[in-house]
């Protein structure tokens, strides 16, 4: 069943992203659910990616146990039967729901790049830098940086850009205490997840997380992580420096969407049904490699 927009009657819509529809639930818990939408240069697409939902919330899931030990997340032992009792609600959203902890979230997003790509490639070629940083001279695209680095961006609303912004600026958004945090767990998980995926036959290039505080003020990973639609994957074998090697993730779709005469703005172009199709055969590449399902 493709699913571009859950409709659940029985619970409050909070609010629709651009992937994910959020629910309440009660005044701790919230209602998660990955749709199939698909977005790109922060536009949601018409077209939906069928299962892509499923498949987003298998690798989160994921990924959030593995990072257990390093820092807290929102996830809650907790079924969808308890809280979803309309039978035909339950099947609508069964295995791309999670129920969370509700947390303040930070208006950062926290970028750790790993290879020298995107944007980063974009802000290197102009200045030699990426949010501040320094990088060494003469590095090729899609390059593997001399070590990870922390490039955190604003958090932008449906339909405006996320800008990419320097550690200070993160400070003065947040505070030193947090911010300085963020950078060190970001990048930890980031490491810890690298070397996981290049046993398994993947580059995991750069990623983004999200994080929130609870009401002591703890540190707390919040939405998705290491998916997909928020991580560069490539294929170890296919990686070349000086190329965009082969992904597993929604450049292809972005790769696509670049030949088309769009302005990159809404609304977005009907994706070809073989976009389509190549793009579900990716994600599900991914899924596998890394959860060994």
Sequence with gaps: M??????????????????????????????????DRISAYDVILPTPIPNKGKILTELSNFWFGFTRSIIPNHLVEMRLEDILSDQEELKQVQGRAIIVKKFKPLPVEAVVRGYLIGSGWKDYQNNGKICGITLPQGLQLAEKLPESIYTPSTKANIGLHDENITFTETCALIGADLAEQIRYISIKIYNNAYEYAMKRGIIIADTKFEFGIDLNGQLVLIDEILTSDSSRFWDMN????????????????????????????????????????????????????????
């Design 238 to 293: 296919e990686y070349k420096i000086g190329f965009s090697p082969k992904s597993f993730d929604k450049q292809f779709v972005r790769d696509y969407l670049d030949t088309l005469d769009w302005n990159k703005q809404s609304p977005g172009p009907t994706l070809p049904h073989d976009i389509i199709d190549k793009t579900l055969t990716k994600y599900q590449e991914a899924q596998k490699i890394i959860t060994n399902s």
């Design 2 to 35: 493709i699913l571009f927009e859950s409709q659940l009657h029985s619970l409050s819509l909070l609010k629709r992203g651009k992937v994910r529809d959020i629910y309440t639930v009660d005044e701790q818990y919230l209602l998660i659910v990955a749709t």
